[in-house]
């Protein structure tokens, strides 16, 4: 796919809250690729990494196309983490020359990766120019990353947060309600609560699990090895969660999977959020959208 000359390689996967950057690929699909829920790259394509001329092309393209005006840039696919400390460094340095009015740099980064980089590679990072990381948390008990396969340990994303904010980067977590099944539901949120409160990223951010085709964790769904939670008992997960924080960030849930829209800074919304929770508790599960949505 081309815009503005642009070269893009595979499905295109952002935060919400990148929408307003300019998207610029460092990675093609996710180095990992393992996890039970998630359907972006299962189809391909294999994970690689650009070559850093055809990056710095794409960001000089970008520059003739968009100006000097461009605020923030993200660098896409899953994981751009995990290329080269050097190559990463000369690339978000390069875009901030390019882009003098440049406020923020971004990539996906998962727990595992930024540990194996360790605190002197991302200072290094960030002294170029990285400014913020989004990492799937998803959970904080380890049988529920296990059974999502998701690569990490709590301790490791616990360490891997501590190391992003001691660099000088802002965190961006991504907490995903219902993941532990009803199973596990108190086991996910006392897990996740210990996490967060011993990283205290700044910004936490909510979604509810929606089961996505192609994926292992839909397998596990219809054969009943899974149970996915009610509204309600998500909105019980999203009170407790947000009940036992004792952070300073921001609590967001910026995604269409939620039912219930809530935004607030700890610890000050605390009790406003949770009286938006309660409120939401009140209402009949029909009222919320399907639980389940299998053809999507
Ligand atoms: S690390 Fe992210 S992109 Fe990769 S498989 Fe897991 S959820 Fe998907």
């Known amino acids: 796919m081309e815009r503005y000359g642009l070269r893009y390689e595979g499905p295109i996967y952002r935060p919400p809250s990148e929408a307003q950057s300019l998207l610029i690929q460092a990675t093609i699909g996710c180095p990992w690729n393992k996890c039970t ?28 196309a968009l100006g000097i005006g461009v605020r923030m840039v993200f660098f896409p696919s899953g994981n751009t983490i995990i290329m080269k400390t050097g190559d990463l460094a000369e690339i978000c340095r390069f875009t901030k020359e390019t882009f003098p009015h440049l406020e923020r740099i971004t990539v996906y980064g998962s727990a595992q990766y930024v540990v194996r ?79 967060l409160n011993r990283t205290d990223p700044d910004f936490i951010r909510l979604r509810t699990l929606l089961p996505k085709i192609n994926t292992p964790l839909l397998e596990d769904i219809d054969s009943g090895k899974f149970e996915l939670l009610s509204p309600h008992e998500v909105l019980r997960e999203t009170y407790d969660i947000i009940s036992g924080l004792d952070v300073t960030g921001l609590l967001i849930s910026d995604h269409y999977t939620n039912y219930i829209n809530v935004k607030g800074k700890m610890p000050e919304d605390k009790e406003r959020m949770l009286k938006d929770v309660w409120k939401a508790m009140k209402k009949p599960e029909t009222s919320f959208r399907k639980m389940y949505v299998g053809d999507e």
Do not use: W
């Open 37 to 64: 829920f998630c359907m972006v790259y299962k189809n391909g394509p294999r994970f690689s990494i650009r070559p850093v001329d055809d990056i710095k092309d794409d960001i000089t393209r970008a520059r003739k």
């Open 117 to 195: 980089k360790g605190f002197d590679d991302m200072k290094s990072i960030a002294s170029a120019g990285l400014s913020r990381i989004h990492m799937g948390l998803e959970s904080g008990d380890a049988q529920v990353l296990e059974r999502m396969r998701k690569g990490s340990t709590p301790e490791q994303q616990v360490e891997a947060g501590r190391i992003i904010m001691d660099s000088g980067i802002e965190l961006s977590e991504y907490v995903v309600l219902g993941l532990g099944g009803k199973d596990r539901t108190k086991e996910h949120v006392s897990g996740t609560l210990d996490v």
